[in-house]
């Protein structure tokens, strides 16, 4: 995936040898691009700020400190294929009036990997663990954004939430996607398929 971003994004330096910096850290995945160069992609959505502050500031700072410090070169764009920042769905997000009513009980992890079928027909819902009586479409309240990630039409008109709390919930796929991506990366290819779709999905046309 970085090799196709340089490609994409930064095609002069597409063809430099690549290498992933070990370990990781915990807001950006950090890769050595060549000799001289490290590409640094945030792991999350709460890493972008801080992304964008050195963008700001350490142009300036490197020439007036007396120590060395990483000057960058080049900024990508969010798209597709890596969809940061992500900017007017999360301003709609953190715009939305908050619930106002009880709270409701939530499963809080809700997905296809906890729901029993027989045949076409649900039958059964599993791993109550988390379950919990709390305001809809807050952190962790993941069946109502996960199901918006396919059908959000069709959910919306079965479960009769109002506008904030869909525009919330579209919020909560947006972070989980944006999570998921590169914490499942390289181990678990369905939660990478989940995490696509719930990112293409909050991003897409409603």
């Known amino acids: 995936m970085v090799r196709q971003l340089l490609s994409s994004r930064l095609p002069g330096l597409a063809g430099l040898p690549l290498e992933p910096v070990r370990p990781q850290g915990t807001d950006n995945i ?42 960058p070169v080049a ?3 969010p798209d597709e294929l890596y969809p940061f920042h ?18 409701v009980w939530t499963h ?26 709390r305001r809809p479409g807050r952190r962790r309240d993941g069946g109502l954004p996960r199901a918006l990630t396919r059908r959000p039409r069709l959910f919306r008109g079965l479960v ?34 989940f995490a696509r779709r719930a990112i293409a999905a909050t991003l897409g046309p409603q």
């Open 30 to 71: 950090v890769y050595r691009l060549g000799s001289e160069l490290s590409v640094r992609l945030p792991r999350k959505l709460s890493a972008v700020p801080s992304l964008l502050i050195e963008l700001d500031w350490l142009p300036q700072l490197a020439a007036s400190l007396p120590l060395a410090v990483p000057v």
């Open 75 to 77: 900024a990508g764009e």
């Open 86 to 103: 992500g900017r007017s769905v999360w301003s709609a997000v953190v715009a939305a009036p908050a619930w106002r009513g009880p709270g």
């Open 108 to 133: 809080r992890d809700l997905h296809g990997g906890k729901l029993l079928t027989t045949g076409a027909r649900l039958t059964g819902v599993i791993d109550f663990g988390w379950t919990h009586r």
């Open 160 to 193: 009769g939430v109002d506008d904030a709390t869909l525009t919330r919930a579209r919020g909560l796929a947006l972070c989980q996607g944006l999570e998921a991506l590169p914490y499942y990366l390289d181990t678990h290819p369905g939660m990478v398929a």
